[in-house]
């Protein structure tokens, strides 16, 4: 188990922790919740052994491996599969040794570990997380160079999840996610077979992916059994408890003072009146619950305008002359709240830039109100912020002809106070550069809003927030999120983005979660009935590979059981002088044996899967 005891740890002469405790029992899923700036990232580096504490200890397993994603991957020449598969240390050094070993005791230690850590599956496993959040199997062969840093963001988590530490550490992980890759990542966290710590504001992935919530707060941690939504209620109850007792007691504080003042000049009085000042001297004070600072978030109200707002008749759009999206046929209404589903690259983002005017329709039909404006948030806009001027300045480019108290008042309608009005931007944190840019998409006060992702980067009071802020706005809202509470609590209306084309989805999105993890799962033998499709061509080299690798693995071993057998059919090496060195000869030989075996079992398990791929059955 993570045994927390007493730490203590100072930044820049701010304490986070003052003689914090907790312990993560083995194999637990725990949420890290707190406030934004409460520490969370820096208990992770600490249980990482990356900062030294001040006080305290945090006592780790001997040996337990911890694995977290530090950064992306670089953008070199190495193959998604191949930067996954050498995440496993300890397979890709074995099989680097097997291919120059001469030792057969080696040899053979090697050709049983490597049964035993079930290296010959590792490539099906590495892609299967690959394709779980996002990769498609052409894209696993392709360098990382090819990707942008969100996407070997990717490649990273990938990797970590593959290598299967003791102690997963993740922070945010979703943010580099979209709905599928997020609900695959919560349904595989889930069965994940060792501890995992997470750090999160994905309230569905706290409720579905973790039985036991640890609260950084006032500097002190604090462990809750049960997912996020049961850690509210505790936390409300316990809340109300103390509020009550604070009131009480401050009503009976009141009391003795008043009795105090009332006698302490009266004679007769004076003792009772003494013994009521130490009774208040001794008194231990409960304190109020801090209340958390109102988070907001003011959209401003668009005038109404005629339906429909948009309307698509037979319209295609794509790039360079190809379709992505076609015959589309749709309407939005200025009441309209609808959620965009669909796995990536399927066209959400093309929908949202041909709904924006970012991107003309190749074919086809649209219109618009005349006066129709339109606000739109997209994650690449807050890295496209000004890092060096304020969040005043970015309006004040925007709105010159108003007065700054008017930009600071619309400033404070986002939560960005007189402190971070006049902060640059560069020095904000990411919720509060998220503000900012949401607070740039809702200027015009749109009669249409186009949020892709708009939670990255947002606390759970944010984000709570932002759904009552929605839930008043008079103007339509089209949603791309991996934040299902979010689209739950928003989304009216579900918008399937597949196949190049967009349609209604008539289902919730429970349902639609059940058919991405079912989609996800080996179908049943009933429904493998009908004849099973051939496996792509590179499936098969795949498997030819594998069956080379086998082989070459039986010759080498054959050589060595050849050479060791000349050398025991020496008759020299079992005279008297030479007992000892026979029975090291001989226990070399039954190692090689045993590794010609496993090996030889390996290859011909290869040989089949190859076999069934090429003819079909």
Same mark, same amino acid.
């Given at each position: 188990m993570l045994r927390i005891e007493d730490i203590t740890y100072a930044v820049e002469g701010r304490n986070l922790f003052e003689e914090a405790?907790?312990?993560?029992?083995?194999?637990?899923?725990?949420?890290?919740?707190?406030?934004?700036?409460?520490?969370?990232?820096?208990?992770?580096?600490?249980?990482?052994?990356?900062?030294?504490?001040?006080? $305290?200890?945090?006592?780790?397993?001997?040996?337990?491996?911890?694995?977290?994603?530090?950064?992306?991957?670089?953008?070199? =020449?190495?193959? @998604?599969?191949?930067?996954?598969?050498?995440?496993?240390?300890?397979?890709?050094?074995?099989?680097?040794?097997?291919?120059?070993?001469?030792?057969?005791?080696?040899?053979?230690?090697?050709?049983?570990?490597?049964?035993?850590?079930?290296?010959?599956?590792?490539?099906?496993?590495? #892609?299967?997380?690959?394709?779980?959040?996002?990769?498609?199997?052409?894209?696993?062969?392709?360098?990382?160079?090819?990707?942008?840093?969100?996407?070997?963001?990717?490649?990273?988590?990938?990797?970590?999840?593959?290598?299967? +530490? &003791?102690?997963?550490?993740?922070?945010?992980?979703?943010?580099?996610?979209? !709905?599928?890759?997020?609900?695959?990542?919560?349904?595989?966290?889930?069965?994940?077979?060792?501890?995992?710590?997470?750090?999160?504001?994905?309230?569905?992935?706290?409720?579905?992916?973790?039985?036991?919530?640890?609260?950084?707060?006032?500097?002190?941690?604090?462990?809750?059994? $049960?997912?996020?939504?049961?850690?509210?209620?505790?936390?409300?109850?316990?809340?109300?408890?103390?509020?009550?007792?604070?009131?009480?007691?401050?009503?009976?504080?009141? %009391?003795?003072?008043?009795?105090?003042?009332?006698?302490?000049?009266?004679? *007769?009085?004076?003792?009772?009146?003494?013994?009521?000042?130490?009774?208040? =001297?001794?008194?231990?004070?409960?304190?109020?619950?801090?209340?958390?600072?109102?988070?907001?978030?003011?959209?401003?109200? +668009?005038?109404?305008?005629?339906?429909?707002?948009?309307?698509?008749?037979?319209?295609?759009?794509?790039?360079?002359?190809?379709?992505?999206?076609?015959?589309?046929?749709?309407?939005?209404?200025?009441?309209?709240?609808?959620?965009?589903?669909?796995?990536?690259?399927?066209?959400?983002?093309?929908?949202?830039?041909?709904?924006?005017?970012?991107?003309?329709?190749?074919?086809?039909?649209?219109? *618009?109100?005349?006066?129709?404006?339109?606000?739109?948030?997209?994650? %690449?806009?807050?890295?496209?912020? %000004?890092? &060096?001027?304020?969040?005043?300045? %970015? @309006?004040?480019?925007?709105? +010159?002809?108003?007065?700054?108290?008017?930009?600071?008042?619309?400033?404070?309608?986002?939560?960005?106070?007189?402190?971070?009005?006049?902060?640059?931007?560069?020095?904000?944190?990411? $919720?509060?550069?998220?503000?900012? #840019?949401?607070? !740039?998409?809702?200027? +015009?006060?749109?009669?249409?809003?186009?949020?892709?992702?708009?939670?990255?980067?947002?606390?759970?009071?944010?984000?709570?927030?932002?759904?009552?802020?929605?839930?008043?706005?008079?103007?339509?809202?089209?949603?791309?999120?991996?934040?299902?509470?979010?689209?739950?609590?928003?989304?009216?209306?579900?918008?399937?983005?597949?196949?190049?084309?967009?349609?209604?989805?008539?289902?919730?999105?429970?349902?639609?979660?059940?058919?991405?993890?079912?989609?996800?799962?080996?179908?049943?033998?009933?429904?493998?009935?009908?004849?099973?499709?051939?496996?792509?061509?590179?499936?098969?080299?795949?498997?030819?590979?594998?069956?080379?690798?086998?082989?070459?693995?039986?010759?080498?071993?054959?050589?060595?059981?050849?050479?060791?057998?000349?050398?025991?059919?020496?008759?020299?090496?079992?005279?008297?002088?030479?007992?000892?060195?026979?029975?090291?000869?001989?226990?070399?030989?039954?190692?090689?044996?045993? $590794?010609?075996?496993?090996?030889?079992?390996?290859?011909?398990?290869?040989?089949?899967?190859?076999?069934?791929?090429?003819?079909?059955?």
């Open positions: 405790g907790a312990v993560i029992p083995e194999g637990h899923k725990v949420g890290l919740v707190g406030r934004n700036g409460a520490g969370k990232t820096t208990l992770f580096r600490l249980i990482r052994g990356e900062l030294s504490l001040e006080g $305290g200890t945090i006592t780790l397993p001997a040996r337990a491996r911890i694995g977290g994603v530090a950064q992306e991957v670089p953008g070199n =020449e190495v193959s @998604l599969i191949d930067t996954v598969l050498a995440a496993d240390t300890e397979r890709a050094a074995l099989m680097a040794e097997s291919e120059t070993a001469t030792d057969a005791h080696r040899i053979a230690e090697i050709q049983t570990r490597l049964a035993d850590i079930d290296a010959w599956s590792a490539e099906g496993r590495a #892609s299967a997380i690959l394709k779980g959040l996002g990769f498609t199997y052409e894209e696993q062969k392709m360098p990382c160079s090819a990707f942008s840093g969100g996407w070997r963001m990717r490649v990273a988590l990938a990797a970590v999840l593959f290598s299967e +530490p &003791d102690y997963l550490l993740l922070d945010e992980p979703t943010n580099y996610l979209d !709905l599928e890759g997020a609900l695959w990542l919560e349904n595989y966290l889930g069965r994940y077979p060792h501890t995992v710590l997470i750090i999160s504001h994905d309230r569905q992935l706290l409720n579905r992916a973790v039985n036991g919530i640890l609260h950084l707060e006032n500097k002190k941690l604090t462990f809750y059994t $049960g997912n996020y939504d049961t850690f509210a209620r505790t936390r409300a109850e316990q809340r109300a408890v103390q509020a009550a007792a604070a009131k009480k007691q401050q009503a009976h504080r009141a %009391h003795l003072q008043s009795f105090v003042d009332r006698f302490k000049a009266k004679a *007769s009085k004076a003792k009772q009146a003494q013994s009521r000042v130490k009774m208040l =001297e001794k008194m231990e004070t409960i304190t109020m619950p801090e209340d958390a600072a109102r988070v907001v978030f003011t959209f401003p109200e +668009p005038e109404e305008l005629s339906p429909p707002i948009i309307s698509t008749e037979g319209v295609s759009v794509g790039y360079d002359g190809k379709a992505v999206l076609r015959n589309l046929n749709l309407r939005i209404d200025q009441d309209d709240r609808i959620a965009l589903l669909g796995r990536n690259g399927e066209g959400k983002s093309t929908l949202s830039k041909l709904l924006s005017g970012r991107l003309d329709a190749m074919e086809g039909r649209m219109t *618009s109100s005349s006066k129709l404006r339109i606000g739109f948030f997209a994650q %690449h806009q807050v890295d496209e912020l %000004h890092v &060096d001027e304020t969040p005043l300045q %970015h @309006l004040l480019r925007e709105r +010159p002809e108003e007065g700054q108290a008017k930009l600071r008042a619309r400033l404070a309608g986002f939560g960005l106070g007189a402190a971070q009005a006049e902060t640059e931007v560069g020095r904000l944190s990411g $919720g509060q550069k998220a503000r900012l #840019s949401l607070l !740039l998409a809702t200027l +015009p006060a749109p009669h249409l809003l186009i949020l892709d992702e708009p939670t990255n980067h947002l606390d759970i009071e944010s984000r709570e927030a932002l759904v009552e802020a929605l839930t008043a706005y008079s103007g339509a809202v089209i949603l791309v999120s991996h934040d299902m509470h979010l689209l739950s609590l928003v989304a009216d209306r579900l918008w399937l983005v597949s196949n190049g084309a967009v349609r209604p989805y008539e289902e919730d999105l429970d349902a639609y979660r059940a058919m991405l993890l079912a989609s996800d799962k080996p179908q049943k033998k009933k429904e493998e009935a009908a004849k099973p499709k051939r496996p792509s061509r590179d499936a098969i080299l795949a498997l030819k590979s594998e069956v080379k690798k086998g082989e070459e693995r039986i010759e080498k071993l054959n050589e060595m059981r050849d050479k060791l057998a000349k050398k025991l059919a020496d008759p020299a090496l079992y005279e008297e002088e030479k007992r000892g060195e026979a029975e090291v000869w001989q226990k070399k030989y039954a190692e090689v044996m045993n $590794g010609l075996d496993r090996a030889e079992e390996l290859w011909m398990k290869a040989l089949e899967k190859l076999e069934r791929a090429e003819t079909g059955i």
